[in-house]
């Protein structure tokens, strides 16, 4: 186990460089199974979760060429498991996105019932409604999920609740289905047109990615493509964040600031200044703050995965700001390690009250989750002397060349060995 220790006090300038986006890379990968012939694909970021599903589609039996830092050649050829490795599957939960590719590709599929960052409940009912509705048979015995279907046809489904996974998962799935499905009220992440994107140059035929309503007509042959995943929404509008809280300027190089719509708007109400360029955003933070309220809610909402990190923010602006959190239950994990900081925020079921213009201390803390852990860098960032975050392996999934990123924005920020840490999960085995 490692750990980050991060000198506070910090007020971050410069420049950084975002990375292709983790939440649309775990799905364009096994979405590539969906073809015997080759895909390539650009600008992945160098993640944990990124080389976790390429260890799963190489056991799969996909071989896969590296060219460049970011750029993977992927030939399923004749690829035929349709079980993926039980011990990296559990390693993470968007790997349910192995339901829908190979239950398309082979009308089998045997997935464990996914884990994941602890949010609270995420159940998958709605992915496996649609594809019941697209005629397959489940079952599940063991932990895994079993799904067959002899012949896969075009359905009408409404999702009860937006979801991203089971939006990608039954586009993946009806892609190879006989005729035409419509999904109604599905998630409009820019991650969802990107897969789509991925899927059409395939041979697909996807219509409607980035409404509430995707048409999709199956075909029977899906074909080689090459496809340069979109930038990282989220690890944008993390450096954002935290280039406020630390009340620095930093401008964030290589998005697509229309993606960044909603956070853009938060960060300017709380007084840092945002100047956007077509590919890059410049906050600057070096203004006074100020309270807002925050609420989350699914794309083009402001994203429950930049609630953390905002909460960082809105602890440095002085004023009592209220957050909602509408998408996860309990995605609240940060706020005992923030409080341990000296951070005043009272959690009230979905809403978290932060009394802002705090001067936080630098302290030992865990991260419990990825977000969570980028949120505690953050405050680190803020906070009156030296901070230790542990767990930093959550961090490591989503985050590419973070120390990297942040040095070179003039953060004090080293890995190291976590004894400690690790002598209590010893002890826990
Ligand atoms: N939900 C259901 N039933 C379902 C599916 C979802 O009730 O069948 C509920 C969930 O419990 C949740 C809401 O719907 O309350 C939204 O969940 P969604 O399915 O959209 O989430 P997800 O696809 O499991 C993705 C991201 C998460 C991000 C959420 C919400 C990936 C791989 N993961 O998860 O990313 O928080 O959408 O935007 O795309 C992260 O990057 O740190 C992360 C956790």
Redesign the pocket.
């Known amino acids: 186990m490692e750990k980050l220790i991060v000198k506070g006090k910090t007020t971050l300038s410069g420049r950084v460089k975002i990375s292709g986006s983790?939440?649309s890379a775990?799905?364009l990968l096994p979405a590539a199974v969906m073809t015997s012939e080759t895909a390539c694909l650009e600008n992945l970021p160098d993640i944990t979760d990124v080389r976790t599903m390429i260890g799963i589609l190489e056991n799969l039996g996909m071989s896969i060429r590296r060219r460049g830092r970011d750029t993977l050649e992927l030939t399923p050829g004749n690829l035929s498991k349709i079980a993926p490795c039980y011990e990296l599957v559990k390693k993470m939960?968007?790997s349910y996105y192995f339901m829908g590719s190979l239950l398309g590709r082979f009308g089998q599929a045997e997935v464990p019932i996914p884990g994941?960052?602890d949010?609270g409940?995420?159940?998958?009912?709605?992915?496996l409604k649609g594809f019941t509705a697209l005629g397959a048979e489940i079952n599940i015995e063991h932990g895994m999920i079993k799904l067959s279907a002899a012949k896969l046809t075009g359905a009408r489904i409404y999702f009860d609740?937006?979801?991203?996974?089971?939006t990608i998962n039954l586009m993946l799935a009806a892609s190879a289905a006989e005729g035409r499905t419509v999904l109604e009220n599905v998630?409009k992440?820019p991650?969802i047109v990107d897969v789509a994107n991925f899927l059409n140059a395939m041979g697909a035929s996807i219509r409607g990615a980035g409404t509430d309503v995707i048409r999709i007509d199956g075909v029977k042959r899906f074909k080689g493509a090459t496809h340069a995943v979109i930038p990282d929404r989220?690890e944008a509008g993390t450096y954002m964040m935290a280039a406020a809280a630390t009340r620095g300027r930093v401008v964030v190089e290589d998005v697509i600031p229309k993606h960044l719509e909603a956070i853009t708007a938060k960060i300017r109400e709380t007084g840092a200044a945002v100047e956007v360029e077509p590919e890059t955003i410049t906050v600057d933070g070096t203004g006074p703050l100020k309270a807002s309220d925050l609420k989350t809610f699914?794309y083009p909402g402001f994203?429950?995965?930049l609630q953390p990190p905002g909460m960082v923010l809105l602890t440095a602006a002085p004023g009592l700001s209220v957050i909602t959190e509408n998408?996860?239950?309990g995605r609240y994990n940060h706020v005992e390690e923030l409080k341990r900081m000296g951070a005043r925020i009272k959690v009230e079921g979905r809403t978290a009250l932060v009394e802002g213009g705090v001067l936080l201390t630098g302290a030992p803390v865990t991260a419990s989750?990825?977000?969570s852990g980028a949120a505690l860098i953050i405050a680190a960032l803020t906070a009156d002397g030296e901070s230790h975050v542990s767990a930093v392996e959550h961090i490591d999934r989503?985050y590419d060349h973070l120390e990297e990123k942040l040095t070179a924005l003039g953060a004090n920020i080293y890995r190291t060995a976590d004894e400690d840490y690790s002598r209590q999960a010893g002890g826990a085995d």
């Open positions: 983790k939440n775990v799905a939960r968007a994941g960052c949010l409940p995420r159940p998958i009912d709605q992915h609740v937006v979801s991203i996974g089971a998630a992440e991650e989220i699914p994203p429950t995965d998408v996860f239950d989750d990825l977000r989503g």
